[in-house]
């Protein structure tokens, strides 16, 4: 069952840091917002999603391109219009970072976009291959988990330097510019990939 477990960590985290723009999109996320509800969310979402790629293994893989890429699209956005929306006052009180609000955005962010991605088939294919679902399941929550506290603990500490040394209107404009990109960049990975 060890095995089973490790392999599946193993192939999911592999798949899934190469590249991934969830990666980058978490990052952002904890540059603005505090770490743990970042990390809440992001647990929350992965538990989910790869609940679902478990449990209806290839059929995930199967999803129609267009509606995945209109999903994807709508979460940046969504995600963006929220940051955009947030005052640019800093308050350093923990009521003002809006956890909840932070913890709902990672959540919507990463459950709404890249369904049939890399990791999801990943985590499938073990499902498929390995008679043990739960086992498969933790693997790949753990691994989506790991990846995600890596993003967040590096954005968080960017954070602390981004506060001191940028204006809130800057970190507003350039946190709104950078999920728009990352957006595009994987609307357009989730179209290409439907052609391949």
């Known amino acids: 069952m060890l095995g089973i477990f490790l392999a599946t ?13 969830l990666l980058y999109t978490t990052g952002v996320l904890a540059a603005r917002y505090r770490s743990a509800p970042i990390m809440v969310g992001m647990a929350f979402a992965f538990t989910l999603k790869m609940g679902v790629a478990v449990a209806v293994g290839d059929a995930i893989s199967r999803l129609p391109r267009l509606f995945v890429a209109a999903l994807t699209a709508a979460s940046f956005l969504g995600v963006a219009w929220a940051v955009w929306r947030k005052p640019d006052a800093r308050n ?6 809006g956890a909840g609000k932070a ?3 990672t959540f919507a962010t990463i459950f709404f976009s890249e369904w049939g991605d890399v990791g999801q088939i990943t ?5 498929a291959r390995y008679p043990a679902p739960i086992i ?13 506290i890596l993003a967040a603990s590096l954005g968080g500490g960017v954070r602390k330097w981004i ?21 595009v960049l994987a609307v357009i990975e989730t179209l290409v990939e439907g052609h391949a």
């Open 9 to 21: 960590y193993a192939a999911v985290f592999l798949a899934e840091i190469a590249g991934d723009k």
């Open 163 to 183: 506060q001191a040394n940028l204006s809130p209107k800057t970190i507003r404009y350039g946190g709104v510019g950078m999920l728009l990109v990352l957006g």
């Open 123 to 127: 985590a499938a294919a073990m499902a």
């Open 136 to 148: 498969v399941w933790a693997g790949a929550v753990s691994a989506m988990v790991t990846k995600g």
């Open 103 to 105: 913890a709902m955005l």
């Open 92 to 97: 350093e009180s923990k009521e003002s970072h």
